[in-house]
Protein backbone atom coordinates (compact mmCIF):
# COMPACT_ATOMS: atom_id res chain seq x y z
CA UNK A 1 0.00 0.00 0.00
CA UNK A 2 1.48 3.46 -0.90
CA UNK A 3 1.60 6.04 1.85
CA UNK A 4 1.71 9.47 2.08
CA UNK A 5 1.62 12.19 4.96
CA UNK A 6 -1.52 13.36 4.92
CA UNK A 7 -2.24 17.37 5.40
CA UNK A 8 -6.60 17.84 5.71
CA UNK A 9 -5.79 21.54 6.85
CA UNK A 10 -7.98 24.25 8.58
CA UNK A 11 -10.83 23.35 6.49
CA UNK A 12 -11.26 19.85 5.94
CA UNK A 13 -11.15 19.52 9.50
CA UNK A 14 -14.26 21.97 9.94
CA UNK A 15 -16.52 23.19 7.01
CA UNK A 16 -14.99 20.81 4.28
CA UNK A 17 -15.38 17.87 6.88
CA UNK A 18 -16.96 15.52 4.22
CA UNK A 19 -14.15 16.30 2.02
CA UNK A 20 -11.56 15.14 4.83
CA UNK A 21 -13.31 12.18 5.38
CA UNK A 22 -13.93 11.43 1.41
CA UNK A 23 -10.27 11.82 0.32
CA UNK A 24 -9.59 9.26 3.67
CA UNK A 25 -12.04 6.51 2.09
CA UNK A 26 -11.07 7.35 -1.75
CA UNK A 27 -7.25 7.10 -1.26
CA UNK A 28 -8.09 3.78 0.87
CA UNK A 29 -10.46 2.02 -1.74
CA UNK A 30 -7.34 3.00 -4.55
CA UNK A 31 -4.59 1.17 -1.86
CA UNK A 32 -3.15 4.34 -0.75
CA UNK A 33 -2.59 5.44 2.85
CA UNK A 34 -3.10 8.64 4.33
CA UNK A 35 -1.36 8.93 7.48
CA UNK A 36 -2.45 12.29 9.17
CA UNK A 37 0.57 14.36 10.45
CA UNK A 38 0.75 14.76 13.74
CA UNK A 39 1.21 18.26 14.86
CA UNK A 40 0.33 20.05 11.73
CA UNK A 41 -0.82 23.33 11.88
CA UNK A 42 -2.18 26.09 9.18
CA UNK A 43 -0.65 26.56 6.46
CA UNK A 44 -1.54 30.32 5.45
CA UNK A 45 -3.83 29.75 2.97
CA UNK A 46 -5.82 32.65 4.06
CA UNK A 47 -4.24 35.82 4.50
CA UNK A 48 -0.96 35.32 5.71
CA UNK A 49 1.16 35.95 2.50
CA UNK A 50 -0.40 39.35 1.90
CA UNK A 51 0.39 40.37 5.71
CA UNK A 52 3.61 38.12 7.16
CA UNK A 53 5.42 36.50 4.04
CA UNK A 54 8.33 34.99 6.45
CA UNK A 55 5.77 33.75 8.84
CA UNK A 56 3.72 32.21 6.00
CA UNK A 57 6.60 30.30 4.48
CA UNK A 58 7.76 29.36 8.26
CA UNK A 59 4.08 27.70 8.73
CA UNK A 60 4.72 25.73 5.24
CA UNK A 61 8.03 24.62 6.14
CA UNK A 62 7.12 23.32 9.65
CA UNK A 63 4.99 21.15 7.94
CA UNK A 64 6.95 19.92 5.42
CA UNK A 65 9.80 19.08 8.03
CA UNK A 66 7.37 16.77 9.98
CA UNK A 67 6.42 14.97 6.80
CA UNK A 68 10.69 15.24 5.72
CA UNK A 69 11.06 13.91 9.79
CA UNK A 70 8.44 10.59 8.57
CA UNK A 71 10.29 9.87 5.57
CA UNK A 72 6.83 10.12 3.65
CA UNK A 73 5.56 13.05 0.51
CA UNK A 74 3.03 14.89 1.83
CA UNK A 75 -0.90 15.31 0.17
CA UNK A 76 -2.98 18.22 0.44
CA UNK A 77 -6.50 17.68 -0.82
CA UNK A 78 -7.31 21.13 -0.21
CA UNK A 79 -5.96 23.30 -3.24
CA UNK A 80 -4.88 25.97 -1.30
CA UNK A 81 -2.80 24.03 1.15
CA UNK A 82 -1.61 22.42 -1.92
CA UNK A 83 -0.56 25.39 -3.54
CA UNK A 84 0.95 27.00 -0.31
CA UNK A 85 3.40 24.41 0.68
CA UNK A 86 4.01 23.85 -3.11
CA UNK A 87 5.46 27.54 -3.73
CA UNK A 88 6.87 27.19 -0.42
CA UNK A 89 9.16 24.00 -0.67
CA UNK A 90 9.93 25.40 -4.48
CA UNK A 91 10.64 28.89 -3.44
CA UNK A 92 12.57 27.51 -0.20
CA UNK A 93 14.88 25.61 -2.54
CA UNK A 94 15.95 28.32 -4.40
CA UNK A 95 16.51 30.71 -1.61
CA UNK A 96 19.25 28.83 0.50
CA UNK A 97 19.48 32.31 3.19
CA UNK A 98 15.69 32.25 3.78
CA UNK A 99 15.86 28.24 3.82
CA UNK A 100 18.36 28.60 6.88
CA UNK A 101 16.76 30.94 8.28
CA UNK A 102 13.42 29.25 8.73
CA UNK A 103 15.36 26.65 9.93
CA UNK A 104 16.71 28.33 12.99
CA UNK A 105 13.40 28.87 13.69
CA UNK A 106 12.42 24.80 13.49
CA UNK A 107 14.83 24.00 15.62
CA UNK A 108 13.49 25.25 18.54
CA UNK A 109 10.58 22.88 17.63
CA UNK A 110 13.50 19.87 17.15
CA UNK A 111 12.62 20.05 13.29
CA UNK A 112 14.68 20.64 10.31
CA UNK A 113 13.57 21.36 6.42
CA UNK A 114 15.92 19.81 3.64
CA UNK A 115 13.68 20.23 0.41
CA UNK A 116 13.35 16.09 0.73
CA UNK A 117 9.46 15.43 0.63
CA UNK A 118 7.24 16.53 -2.73
CA UNK A 119 4.25 18.14 -2.06
CA UNK A 120 1.25 16.17 -4.11
CA UNK A 121 -2.16 16.86 -4.65
CA UNK A 122 -4.96 14.26 -3.99
CA UNK A 123 -5.69 14.18 -7.92
CA UNK A 124 -2.09 13.91 -8.78
CA UNK A 125 -1.91 10.75 -6.22
CA UNK A 126 -4.84 9.27 -8.21
CA UNK A 127 -4.22 9.96 -11.80
CA UNK A 128 -0.19 9.59 -11.66
CA UNK A 129 0.57 7.71 -8.69
CA UNK A 130 -1.87 5.45 -8.84
CA UNK A 131 -2.60 5.19 -12.47
CA UNK A 132 -5.64 5.76 -14.65
CA UNK A 133 -6.00 2.39 -15.76
CA UNK A 134 -5.44 1.18 -11.73
CA UNK A 135 -8.49 3.30 -10.54
CA UNK A 136 -10.59 2.32 -13.41
CA UNK A 137 -10.32 -1.49 -12.08
CA UNK A 138 -10.65 -0.51 -8.83
CA UNK A 139 -13.91 0.99 -9.72
CA UNK A 140 -17.80 -0.89 -8.43
CA UNK A 141 -20.17 1.20 -9.04
CA UNK A 142 -19.36 3.55 -11.94
CA UNK A 143 -21.02 6.89 -12.88
CA UNK A 144 -22.40 5.70 -16.01
CA UNK A 145 -24.67 8.45 -17.43
CA UNK A 146 -23.65 11.45 -15.03
CA UNK A 147 -22.45 14.28 -16.71
CA UNK A 148 -19.92 16.50 -15.02
CA UNK A 149 -18.19 19.59 -15.32
CA UNK A 150 -15.03 19.63 -13.74
CA UNK A 151 -13.95 22.97 -11.99
CA UNK A 152 -10.08 22.93 -11.38
CA UNK A 153 -10.18 26.52 -10.05
CA UNK A 154 -7.09 29.46 -9.64
CA UNK A 155 -4.30 27.18 -7.51
CA UNK A 156 -3.97 23.85 -8.26
CA UNK A 157 -2.43 24.70 -11.61
CA UNK A 158 0.15 27.31 -10.04
CA UNK A 159 2.95 27.97 -9.79
CA UNK A 160 3.29 25.91 -13.32
CA UNK A 161 5.14 22.63 -13.23
CA UNK A 162 7.49 21.47 -15.80
CA UNK A 163 5.49 19.63 -19.10
CA UNK A 164 2.56 20.66 -17.76
CA UNK A 165 -0.93 22.15 -19.38
CA UNK A 166 -1.84 24.88 -17.54
CA UNK A 167 -4.52 26.61 -19.77
CA UNK A 168 -6.10 23.29 -21.19
CA UNK A 169 -5.29 20.75 -18.20
CA UNK A 170 -6.71 17.24 -19.11
CA UNK A 171 -6.12 15.18 -15.70
CA UNK A 172 -9.37 15.73 -13.99
CA UNK A 173 -11.75 15.02 -16.86
CA UNK A 174 -9.23 12.08 -17.42
CA UNK A 175 -9.99 10.75 -13.88
CA UNK A 176 -13.82 11.45 -13.98
CA UNK A 177 -13.72 9.24 -17.43
CA UNK A 178 -12.17 6.42 -15.44
CA UNK A 179 -14.38 6.45 -12.87
CA UNK A 180 -17.62 5.58 -15.76
CA UNK A 181 -18.60 10.04 -16.04
CA UNK A 182 -18.68 11.99 -18.83
CA UNK A 183 -16.69 14.97 -18.38
CA UNK A 184 -18.82 18.01 -19.85
CA UNK A 185 -17.03 21.39 -20.61
CA UNK A 186 -17.00 24.20 -18.31
CA UNK A 187 -15.07 27.09 -19.84
CA UNK A 188 -14.74 28.49 -16.55
CA UNK A 189 -13.46 25.52 -15.14
CA UNK A 190 -9.80 27.53 -14.27
CA UNK A 191 -11.56 30.82 -13.23
CA UNK A 192 -10.96 31.73 -9.47
CA UNK A 193 -13.55 31.23 -7.21
CA UNK A 194 -13.14 34.17 -4.97
CA UNK A 195 -12.69 31.80 -1.73
CA UNK A 196 -9.00 33.78 -0.61
CA UNK A 197 -10.74 37.38 -0.80
CA UNK A 198 -14.09 36.79 1.16
CA UNK A 199 -11.97 37.86 3.90
CA UNK A 200 -10.08 41.19 2.04
CA UNK A 201 -12.53 41.72 -0.12
CA UNK A 202 -16.07 40.43 0.10
CA UNK A 203 -17.32 42.22 -3.12
CA UNK A 204 -14.85 40.79 -5.66
CA UNK A 205 -15.47 37.64 -3.62
CA UNK A 206 -19.03 37.82 -4.35
CA UNK A 207 -18.68 39.21 -7.77
CA UNK A 208 -16.71 35.62 -8.85
CA UNK A 209 -19.16 33.77 -7.13
CA UNK A 210 -22.14 35.04 -9.16
CA UNK A 211 -19.57 34.85 -12.40
CA UNK A 212 -19.18 31.02 -11.97
CA UNK A 213 -23.52 30.67 -11.15
CA UNK A 214 -23.79 32.35 -14.36
CA UNK A 215 -21.09 30.05 -16.49
CA UNK A 216 -22.97 27.26 -15.20
CA UNK A 217 -26.17 28.34 -16.38
CA UNK A 218 -24.90 29.78 -20.07
CA UNK A 219 -23.46 26.31 -20.44
CA UNK A 220 -26.60 24.01 -19.67
CA UNK A 221 -26.74 23.02 -16.12
CA UNK A 222 -30.06 23.71 -14.84
CA UNK A 223 -30.19 21.92 -11.45
CA UNK A 224 -28.28 23.12 -8.01
CA UNK A 225 -28.63 22.01 -4.39
CA UNK A 226 -27.52 24.12 -1.95
CA UNK A 227 -26.78 23.89 2.07
CA UNK A 228 -27.88 26.47 3.01
CA UNK A 229 -28.49 27.57 7.45
CA UNK A 230 -30.57 27.88 9.79
CA UNK A 231 -28.47 31.09 11.03
CA UNK A 232 -30.60 32.78 8.23
CA UNK A 233 -32.71 33.66 11.10
CA UNK A 234 -31.47 35.35 13.96
CA UNK A 235 -34.52 36.18 16.07
CA UNK A 236 -37.56 34.37 14.70
CA UNK A 237 -40.80 35.73 15.59
CA UNK A 238 -42.72 32.74 15.51
CA UNK A 239 -41.36 29.05 16.59
CA UNK A 240 -41.11 26.69 14.88
CA UNK A 241 -40.02 28.79 12.03
CA UNK A 242 -41.84 28.28 8.89
CA UNK A 243 -39.59 29.47 5.08
CA UNK A 244 -42.22 32.78 5.46
CA UNK A 245 -40.21 33.63 8.35
CA UNK A 246 -38.30 37.23 7.88
CA UNK A 247 -34.70 36.81 7.38
CA UNK A 248 -32.34 38.31 9.37
CA UNK A 249 -28.74 36.62 9.92
CA UNK A 250 -27.21 35.99 12.49
CA UNK A 251 -23.38 35.95 11.44
CA UNK A 252 -21.21 36.44 8.27
CA UNK A 253 -21.65 32.68 7.37
CA UNK A 254 -25.40 33.60 7.47
CA UNK A 255 -25.58 36.76 5.48
CA UNK A 256 -23.12 34.36 2.67
CA UNK A 257 -26.15 31.65 2.15
CA UNK A 258 -28.77 34.34 2.07
CA UNK A 259 -26.77 35.80 -0.86
CA UNK A 260 -26.04 32.54 -2.46
CA UNK A 261 -30.02 32.15 -2.18
CA UNK A 262 -30.67 35.41 -3.76
CA UNK A 263 -28.18 34.68 -6.57
CA UNK A 264 -30.16 31.55 -6.80
CA UNK A 265 -33.59 33.05 -7.20
CA UNK A 266 -32.61 35.53 -10.02
CA UNK A 267 -30.81 32.77 -12.16
CA UNK A 268 -33.92 30.92 -11.70
CA UNK A 269 -36.65 33.89 -12.36
CA UNK A 270 -34.65 35.08 -15.49
CA UNK A 271 -32.96 31.32 -17.04
CA UNK A 272 -35.24 28.72 -15.45
CA UNK A 273 -32.24 27.77 -13.43
CA UNK A 274 -33.94 25.34 -10.70
CA UNK A 275 -32.37 24.95 -7.51
CA UNK A 276 -33.24 23.85 -3.47
CA UNK A 277 -31.84 25.93 -0.78
CA UNK A 278 -31.84 23.07 1.71
CA UNK A 279 -31.68 25.21 5.46
CA UNK A 280 -30.49 22.83 8.00
CA UNK A 281 -31.10 23.13 11.65
CA UNK A 282 -28.71 20.59 13.90
CA UNK A 283 -27.18 17.71 11.66
CA UNK A 284 -27.01 14.95 14.50
CA UNK A 285 -26.88 11.48 14.53
CA UNK A 286 -24.65 8.87 12.74
CA UNK A 287 -24.89 5.82 10.32
CA UNK A 288 -23.27 2.48 11.19
CA UNK A 289 -20.36 4.10 8.80
CA UNK A 290 -19.98 7.46 9.19
CA UNK A 291 -20.31 9.78 12.32
CA UNK A 292 -18.78 13.55 13.76
CA UNK A 293 -15.07 13.73 13.87
CA UNK A 294 -14.34 17.56 13.90
CA UNK A 295 -11.16 18.84 15.37
CA UNK A 296 -12.20 21.12 17.29
CA UNK A 297 -15.56 20.43 18.18
CA UNK A 298 -18.08 22.77 18.78
CA UNK A 299 -21.36 20.73 18.84
CA UNK A 300 -23.36 19.74 21.91
CA UNK A 301 -23.72 16.04 20.84
CA UNK A 302 -20.56 15.03 20.24
CA UNK A 303 -19.24 17.26 23.27
CA UNK A 304 -21.41 15.85 25.63
CA UNK A 305 -20.12 11.91 24.39
CA UNK A 306 -16.66 13.08 24.89
CA UNK A 307 -17.31 13.26 28.58
CA UNK A 308 -18.58 10.11 28.44
CA UNK A 309 -15.78 8.03 26.61
CA UNK A 310 -13.29 10.23 29.50
CA UNK A 311 -11.82 12.25 26.53
CA UNK A 312 -13.28 15.82 28.44
CA UNK A 313 -14.12 16.52 32.23
CA UNK A 314 -17.19 18.38 31.53
CA UNK A 315 -20.02 19.82 29.83
CA UNK A 316 -20.05 24.01 29.70
CA UNK A 317 -23.70 24.96 29.55
CA UNK A 318 -24.19 28.10 28.09
CA UNK A 319 -26.26 30.30 30.38
CA UNK A 320 -29.17 28.54 32.77
CA UNK A 321 -31.36 31.62 32.83
CA UNK A 322 -33.22 32.17 29.41
CA UNK A 323 -36.94 32.04 28.87
CA UNK A 324 -37.25 28.08 28.29
CA UNK A 325 -38.95 25.52 30.38
CA UNK A 326 -35.41 24.75 32.36
CA UNK A 327 -33.34 27.51 31.49
CA UNK A 328 -31.35 26.42 28.98
CA UNK A 329 -31.46 27.04 24.80
CA UNK A 330 -33.65 25.26 22.97
CA UNK A 331 -32.73 23.47 19.42
CA UNK A 332 -33.76 21.13 17.36
CA UNK A 333 -32.00 18.00 15.92
CA UNK A 334 -32.22 16.11 12.88
CA UNK A 335 -29.97 12.75 12.18
CA UNK A 336 -27.89 12.88 9.26
CA UNK A 337 -29.74 10.05 7.27
CA UNK A 338 -33.07 12.01 7.48
CA UNK A 339 -30.80 15.19 6.21
CA UNK A 340 -29.72 12.90 3.21
CA UNK A 341 -32.96 11.58 2.02
CA UNK A 342 -34.54 15.00 2.27
CA UNK A 343 -31.57 16.31 -0.69
CA UNK A 344 -32.54 13.08 -2.58
CA UNK A 345 -35.74 13.96 -2.95
CA UNK A 346 -35.19 17.66 -3.67
CA UNK A 347 -33.25 17.03 -6.59
CA UNK A 348 -36.30 14.29 -7.63
CA UNK A 349 -38.26 17.29 -7.94
CA UNK A 350 -36.74 20.41 -9.42
CA UNK A 351 -38.67 19.57 -12.63
CA UNK A 352 -41.53 20.64 -10.50
CA UNK A 353 -39.44 24.22 -9.79
CA UNK A 354 -37.00 25.66 -7.32
CA UNK A 355 -37.64 25.71 -3.45
CA UNK A 356 -36.63 26.08 -0.06
CA UNK A 357 -36.93 24.12 2.74
CA UNK A 358 -36.10 24.53 6.66
CA UNK A 359 -34.70 21.14 7.63
CA UNK A 360 -35.59 19.97 11.43
CA UNK A 361 -37.64 17.58 13.10
CA UNK A 362 -40.07 20.31 14.77
CA UNK A 363 -38.95 19.11 17.98
CA UNK A 364 -37.34 21.06 20.48
CA UNK A 365 -34.60 19.99 23.18
CA UNK A 366 -32.96 21.93 25.68
CA UNK A 367 -29.02 21.48 26.47
CA UNK A 368 -30.25 20.05 29.78
CA UNK A 369 -32.59 17.17 27.97
CA UNK A 370 -29.72 16.59 25.80
CA UNK A 371 -26.97 16.33 28.37
CA UNK A 372 -29.91 13.58 30.26
CA UNK A 373 -30.40 11.75 27.93
CA UNK A 374 -27.39 11.40 27.08
CA UNK A 375 -26.35 9.95 30.65
CA UNK A 376 -29.32 7.68 30.12
CA UNK A 377 -27.94 5.91 26.90
CA UNK A 378 -24.14 6.33 27.97
CA UNK A 379 -24.69 5.08 31.64
CA UNK A 380 -22.31 8.05 32.70
CA UNK A 381 -23.06 10.44 34.80
CA UNK A 382 -21.55 12.86 32.68
CA UNK A 383 -20.92 16.47 34.60
CA UNK A 384 -22.25 19.86 33.75
CA UNK A 385 -21.16 23.33 34.82
CA UNK A 386 -22.84 26.32 34.28
CA UNK A 387 -21.30 28.88 32.50
CA UNK A 388 -22.19 32.74 31.47
CA UNK A 389 -24.71 32.88 28.25
CA UNK A 390 -22.70 33.18 24.83
CA UNK A 391 -23.03 36.68 23.14
CA UNK A 392 -26.40 35.92 20.25
CA UNK A 393 -27.57 32.67 21.25
CA UNK A 394 -30.78 32.87 20.36
CA UNK A 395 -33.50 31.09 23.54
CA UNK A 396 -35.28 28.81 21.00
CA UNK A 397 -34.50 27.84 17.00
CA UNK A 398 -37.23 24.87 16.15
CA UNK A 399 -37.91 24.22 12.26
CA UNK A 400 -41.05 23.86 10.97
CA UNK A 401 -40.76 21.10 8.35
CA UNK A 402 -44.42 21.10 7.84
CA UNK A 403 -43.49 22.25 3.64
CA UNK A 404 -41.28 19.60 3.06
CA UNK A 405 -43.64 16.69 4.89
CA UNK A 406 -46.16 17.87 2.48
CA UNK A 407 -44.95 18.89 -0.49
CA UNK A 408 -42.24 16.28 -0.83
CA UNK A 409 -43.57 13.30 1.32
CA UNK A 410 -40.64 13.72 3.85
CA UNK A 411 -41.08 11.88 7.17
CA UNK A 412 -38.05 11.84 9.34
CA UNK A 413 -37.01 8.24 10.17
CA UNK A 414 -35.57 9.29 13.70
CA UNK A 415 -37.77 12.02 15.09
CA UNK A 416 -36.60 11.64 18.57
CA UNK A 417 -33.59 12.99 20.26
CA UNK A 418 -32.94 9.84 21.89
CA UNK A 419 -32.34 7.60 18.51
CA UNK A 420 -30.20 10.57 17.60
CA UNK A 421 -28.02 10.53 20.36
CA UNK A 422 -27.94 6.80 20.63
CA UNK A 423 -26.35 6.52 16.97
CA UNK A 424 -24.04 8.66 17.66
CA UNK A 425 -22.86 7.20 20.69
CA UNK A 426 -22.50 3.48 18.87
CA UNK A 427 -20.37 5.01 16.55
CA UNK A 428 -18.11 6.60 18.92
CA UNK A 429 -17.72 3.35 20.63
CA UNK A 430 -16.71 1.80 18.11
CA UNK A 431 -14.78 4.38 16.85
CA UNK A 432 -12.90 6.41 20.03
CA UNK A 433 -10.57 7.75 17.99
CA UNK A 434 -12.60 9.13 15.02
CA UNK A 435 -11.31 8.74 11.84
CA UNK A 436 -8.47 7.28 12.90
CA UNK A 437 -9.74 4.24 14.31
Known sequence: MKKYAYFPGCSLEKIAHSYHVSAIESARALGVELQELEDWNCCGATTYFAIDELLAYTLCARNLAQAEQQGLDVVAPCSGCYKNMYSAR?????????????????AEDNLSWSGGSAVRHLIE???????????????????????VAPYYGCQILR???????????????????????????????????????????????????RNLLQSAV??????????????????????????????????????????????????????????????????????????????????LIPIVLQVALGKRDKVMIF?????????????DYIHVLDLA????????????????????NGQGFSVKEVIETAR?????????????????????????????????????????????IASAWRWHVAHPNGYES
Open 159 to 209: PRKDHEDVEQPRFFEDLLSAIGAEPVDFLLKLRCCGGALIITNREAALSMV
Open 125 to 147: VMVQDVGLEEVKARVKKPLAGLK
Open 218 to 299: EHGVRRFILSSTANLFDEPERIPIAETERIVPGSPYGESKYIMERLLHWLDRVYGFRYAALRYFNAAGASVERGEDHHPEFH
Open 319 to 331: GDDYPTHDGTCVR
Open 376 to 420: QITGHSIPAEIGPRRPGDPAVLVASSETLRRELGWTPSYPDVREI
Open 341 to 360: QAHILALRHLDQGSRRYNLG
Open 90 to 106: KHLKKDADLAEHINFAL
